[in-house]
């Protein structure tokens, strides 16, 4: 069987690492994109170390030809594209309503939606011709369930699972796939830079139900998992991984 070619923005840190260095080990073909370049190089690098195929390019999620210089590159590469993973993002700029300015909302925006909407754009229009491929695109607890000083965060995630949806029902025609993944709270720089104090850390792990942050390898193995065949009749879906809290 032919390994699947796998395209990862914001790869070279938190969940998106996770996620490539799993597939990894599934000795799947990646393209690792980020503006990061020697630590990009370097995880291409421990990725071949583990016996994959492993390229990283340079592009901006928010730029429409940095996009499509990847997704190109990505084809040319490998001679198709299975899966992309879209998890390059920001958490803006965290606070009151009151407070927000054009400028933040504009950022976040750029980042998290119109990074998300030029990304499925280039990657659907190669999977609609093969006729398969699975996207799947990094949301947040916080796309279905709002977080105080959290609002322009939480409405750039709504936002992302709407896509999810909306692209999901055009590219089933396809037989393309279109999901998302809703982490809960996560142990990556994110959540370092919103919880600098430790009692805030311990207060938001208290309103986890499994009483704990989650770890980036585990919303990793849920990527992969929807990612692939053994999630072929799942599309149009946003898998919580967030350790029960959107139970609550």
Do not use: W
């Amino acid at each position: 069987m032919t390994p699947p070619v796998v395209l990862i923005t914001g790869a070279l840190a938190g969940i998106g690492r996770a996620t490539a260095i799993a597939f990894a080990h599934q000795g799947a073909r990646l393209v690792l994109c980020g503006r990061r370049d020697e630590e990009g190089k370097s995880l291409a690098d421990r990725l071949r170390a583990l016996g994959a195929e492993a390229e990283y390019f340079r592009a901006d999620v928010r730029q429409d030809d940095d996009v499509r210089s990847l997704v190109e590159f990505t084809v040319d590469r490998f001679g198709g594209l299975d899966v992309a993973v879209n998890s390059a993002g920001t958490e803006g700029k965290p606070g009151p309503v009151v407070d927000q300015l054009t400028e933040t909302y504009a950022a976040t925006f750029e980042a998290n939606v119109l990074g998300v909407i030029l990304c499925v754009k280039h990657q659907l229009a190669v999977m609609k011709a093969q006729k398969r491929g699975s996207i799947v695109n990094l949301s947040s607890s916080m796309g279905h369930k709002a977080a105080a000083g959290m609002s322009i965060y939480t409405a750039s995630k709504h936002a992302v699972e709407g896509l999810t949806k909306a692209a999901a029902l055009e590219a089933a025609a396809f037989d393309v796939r279109v999901n998302a993944v809703a982490p809960g709270p996560t142990a990556t720089d994110m959540l370092d830079r919103l919880t600098a104090d430790p009692a805030r850390r311990a207060a938001m792990a208290a309103t986890v139900p499994l009483r704990r942050i989650g770890t980036p390898e585990e919303v990793a193995n849920a990527i992969v998992f929807i990612a692939s065949d053994k999630a072929s009749f799942i599309t149009g879906h946003v898998l919580a991984v967030d350790g029960g809290k959107s139970a609550t």
